[in-house]
């Protein structure tokens, strides 16, 4: 998984420790897992896929990333550029689409971008040992985390809600 002082535990191992990676949400967003809009099924979008174009805004000139989101089940393929990024919600951070690893847990929702991400936080429930790093000035994406989440309480819920969302991944992300 991270490794370097990050996670330590196996994938859904119960483990005894976890570290915090010290990784902020967006290091997920590479490969957002989507509600396809056409279809309904599983699609990907991805981070800066093509080269970047400048695009004029309000009387300057903005370098902008291109995404790119492709469904293998219909063929859907449409690019976008991220201008006003939304992270730390479930809908992916370009399209806005609803996230496609998302389930209802605790009378909260979980969510997920993809597989990796999926792992950290089943990684970090599991733990029973929880090491925070200090970081100055930025809160990682495990010290942002919603108090029912982190509470001990929710572990067995939220595991279950962790490997309802596994298998829904398509067989290559599992």
């Not at 400048?54 to 219909?74: F, I, K």
């Amino acid at each position: 998984m991270f490794g370097q002082d990050g996670l330590v535990s196996g994938r859904g191992s119960g483990g005894d420790r976890f570290r915090d990676p010290l990784v902020w949400v967006e290091r997920f967003a590479n490969e957002v897992l989507v509600r396809c809009p056409v279809c309904g099924e599983c699609a990907i979008v991805l981070d800066g896929a093509g080269a970047p174009e400048y695009q004029a805004g309000r009387g300057d000139r903005r370098l902008l990333a291109r995404w790119r989101l492709r469904c293998r089940v219909c063929g859907l393929s449409k690019d976008g550029f991220l201008s006003q990024p939304v992270f730390g919600v479930p809908v992916d951070p370009c399209f806005r689409l609803p996230l496609w690893l998302q389930a209802d847990c605790c009378g909260k929702l979980l969510w997920a971008y993809n597989a990796e991400h999926l792992d950290l936080l089943e990684s970090y429930v599991a733990a029973r040992l929880r090491e925070r790093r200090a970081s100055p000035g930025v809160m990682s994406v495990v010290a942002r985390l919603p108090a029912w989440l982190k509470s001990a309480k929710n572990r067995e819920g939220i595991l279950r809600a962790v490997r309802r969302l596994r298998s829904s991944l398509p067989t290559a992300q599992r």
